[in-house]
């Protein structure tokens, strides 16, 4: 059926028939969730083309040109039937909404804007399926009968037409990543336009560090212990999780038998007490330290019962949604030190893997959870976790950690921090730090995990190239049981010289220490 729309397209009188086209593709080539297709075209204008660049906003309802915007190069497939609607428009203004079908139709709101569209959509789908009935192969796709089962069909067609899976979901949900705004010098004519935190080129509903000013280390410096400090996992039972879960609940049972509904009076404080160090001592006791995030949901039960005055019924609630079994067989759940933007988000995800939560109880866990970072927050953990605002949709990383940058991004910083910089300079030193994260994905625990004996420099060959190795732990550098994996600098000359550089330079540091 995709290979017939073109031609139908073409020869057909149906009203919007272009949009159709424009939407479908939008969702079979780009990998567009309906809701993300919906909210880009909710909000387009002629502005958000530019040479066949298409910025697709960020989160829904973001504006040009304060708002955060993807922007991505279309092709040919997505590119014709967005020309014909750009040649339809050509005497509109350039920031007025493009698919509006009257004039009136420009003040609506984004929310209207896409209950038009999906209206507009379901009858030119519907318009487009009855004349394509006439074509003699209509019956491979007989099952396609409304619009919904367009949205269905187009979500399997990225991956089948070659693209890797991983990017075919990216532009699926939002919020979508953000390109990062240029410049990335201070030195740039525009550089007063961009300082982290502002508006410019960042998903508007997260906060951002402001003021913080990270000093130079000098070379040889530690700023943390060497190596690897692992996480103990042989003694713990296979179904540690379960227990640790099953004595929460029996917590609450027991707090139950001291009062009916409520424990936060007076003559229960110190019955309460003695039974947080009683559950405190058997969850410390079968994981075997202190720290972990079954006894930190334990600390936040007990605050939201006798500081909150919560109801018991409500601390069960709020136990069930934060302990999905899958989300505590996370590794991080065994340490709560261990936990950044991207544990978050990992957890998010485990939590939500175990069982098809409705939209409802989707926000309730992330509500629930958000009460208990900012619980930890509070008493001085999870100082690496920036806070979503109340009543996110997601618990996404910062937006700072999802731009997405170009290999000229990384090339520009490469050469201001590595260009005519002697070896052991700490700006070498950063500059690797870049380019193991862009080039190698390495995670910033994994990094901070190296030391100069897991890098191995190779020979130089006839051609003067040299070949750098870094091992690198293949899962959570904290648990035991982690594997090494190598990974070579093979394709980037100019990084395994300077690595090499770096290593040369800090001859003086002991091969078991951690520069950075």
């Not at 910025?55 to 304060?66: F, H, Q, T, V, Y």
């Not at 170009?406 to 300079?425: E, F, K």
């Amino acid at each position: 059926m995709d290979r017939q729309l073109l031609a139908w397209c073409r020869r057909t009188a149906t009203e919007d028939a272009w949009l159709l086209l424009l939407s479908i593709r939008l969702m079979t080539r780009l990998g567009m969730g309906e809701r993300v297709m919906l909210g880009t075209l909710a909000m387009l204008t002629r502005d958000h083309e530019s040479q066949r660049w298409l910025a697709i906003p960020s989160a829904p309802g973001e504006r040009l040109p304060d708002g955060g915007h993807y922007r991505v190069y279309l092709p040919d497939d997505v590119w014709l039937p967005l020309r014909a609607l750009l040649a339809r428009t050509a005497d509109s203004a350039s920031s007025v909404w493009l698919l509006a079908a009257v004039p009136m139709n420009h003040d609506l709101s984004h929310t209207q804007r896409i209950q038009t569209l999906r209206a507009r959509l379901k009858t030119a789908a519907k318009r487009c399926l009855i004349e394509l009935k006439a074509l003699p192969d209509s019956n491979k796709w007989a099952r396609l009968r409304t619009w919904s089962t367009l949205v269905c069909a187009s979500q399997h067609v990225p991956v089948m037409r070659g693209i890797p899976p991983l990017w075919a979901s990216l532009l699926r949900h939002y919020p979508l990543p953000t390109c990062t705004p240029v410049p990335l010098l201070s030195t740039s004519g525009t550089a007063h336009w961009y300082a982290p935190g502002e508006q410019l080129g960042r998903l508007p509903d997260r906060s951002a560090m402001r003021g913080v000013t990270s000093t130079v280390p000098v070379p040889g410096d530690q700023t943390q212990s060497a190596g690897l400090t692992l996480v103990a996992t042989v003694h713990l039972p296979p179904d540690w999780s379960r227990r640790a879960k099953n004595m929460l609940q029996q917590f609450l049972a027991d707090a139950r038998q001291l009062g009916r509904d409520k424990v936060n009076s007076a003559r229960l404080e110190l019955p309460m007490q003695e039974l947080l160090e009683a559950y405190e001592g058997q969850l410390v006791g079968m994981i075997g330290h202190a720290g972990s995030y079954p006894q930190w949901l334990l600390h936040f039960l007990y605050h939201q019962l006798r500081m909150e005055g919560n109801t018991l019924s409500t601390a069960r609630t709020q136990l069930s949604r934060l302990t999905p079994i899958t989300m505590l067989l996370h590794e991080a759940a065994l340490d709560l030190s261990d936990w950044d933007d991207e544990v978050v988000l990992e957890l998010q995800e485990a939590a939500a893997s175990g069982a098809h939560w409705a939209t409802a109880t989707r926000a309730a866990f992330h509500g629930t959870f958000r009460q208990f970072l900012a619980f930890c927050q509070r008493y001085g953990q999870l100082d690496g976790v920036n806070l979503p605002p109340k009543g996110a949709s997601t618990l996404a990383p910062s937006v700072l950690r999802t731009r997405i940058l170009s290999p000229d991004h990384m090339q520009t910083v490469w050469n201001a921090l590595t260009d005519r910089v002697p070896n052991g300079d700490p700006r070498q030193m950063m500059g690797l730090v870049v380019a193991l994260g862009f080039y190698g994905g390495l995670r910033a625990s994994e990094v901070l995990s190296l030391t100069l004996n897991n890098v191995l420099v190779g020979p130089e060959d006839e051609q003067g190239r040299t070949t750098c190795w870094v091992e690198i732990l293949g899962a959570r550098p904290k648990l035991p049981g982690a594997e090494w994996r190598c990974m070579s600098w093979r394709r980037h000359p100019s990084s395994s010289r300077c690595e090499a550089g770096w290593r040369n330079g800090e001859g003086s540091v002991r091969h078991g220490s951690c520069p950075r």
